[in-house]
């Protein structure tokens, strides 16, 4: 089983990048291969909107995209890994997203597939880690997962979210939230 693991945090060994670190070895352990990819050390501008992808589905922008987006494409699950910034994804994640409206203009414009229609759908999972302890701290950032994931025939399986972590060795007072994220790893490769 093959699963792409993407750490959106501008931190290297954060909260989120450690929360990470435990679902991708719980993942490896139940015998998946997974494929790493670190936002912040790629090169990747945010979408111009130009539309250019209305040709054949690909974005015109010539950074590390393209190689992502194949990775993302023929990976069998998703695992991502964002920190909240006033209650959104990170601008590296936000990025990506944006960048994936060409593989949205493929999949509903080009190719015509009914809106919001999953055949088989592969499982996504999202780590997400805030300072704050907002109620619906989570919500807003859900949702844009939700889509994001569309775009590469991906279904949000499972959120799990973690309020209340700002300092980057927060998560080691909470040996639970590392064991929930491995274990999360595990069973999505039990699941497929």
């Not at 414009?109 to 907002?134: C, H, I, Q, S, Y």
């Not at 859900?142 to 949000?156: N, P």
């Amino acid at each position: 089983m093959k699963i792409t693991a993407i750490y959106g945090s501008p931190r290297r060994q954060g909260n989120t990048s450690r929360l990470l670190q435990s679902a991708v070895a719980g993942a490896r352990s139940a015998g998946a291969e997974v494929t790493e990819i670190v936002l912040r050390d790629l090169k990747l501008q945010p979408c111009l909107e130009i539309y250019a992808c209305r040709k054949d589905g690909r974005c015109a922008i010539k950074d590390d995209f393209q190689v992502l987006a194949e990775t993302l494409l023929a990976a069998e699950a998703t695992i991502l890994a964002s920190p909240m910034f006033f209650y959104a994804v990170s601008a590296h994640v936000k990025a990506l997203m944006d960048r994936c409206q060409s593989l949205w203009v493929k999949k509903y414009w080009l190719d015509e597939k009914p809106l919001g229609r999953l055949d088989n759908a592969k499982p996504g999972l999202f780590l997400a880690v805030g300072a704050t302890t907002g109620k619906r701290l989570f919500d807003g950032a859900e949702m844009s997962v939700r889509y994001f994931f569309d775009t590469f025939d991906t279904a949000l399986w499972k959120t799990l979210g973690y309020r209340g972590l700002d300092g980057a060795d927060d998560i080691l007072k909470h040996p639970e939230y590392l064991e929930e994220a491995r274990q999360a790893g595990v069973d999505m490769v039990k699941m497929v």
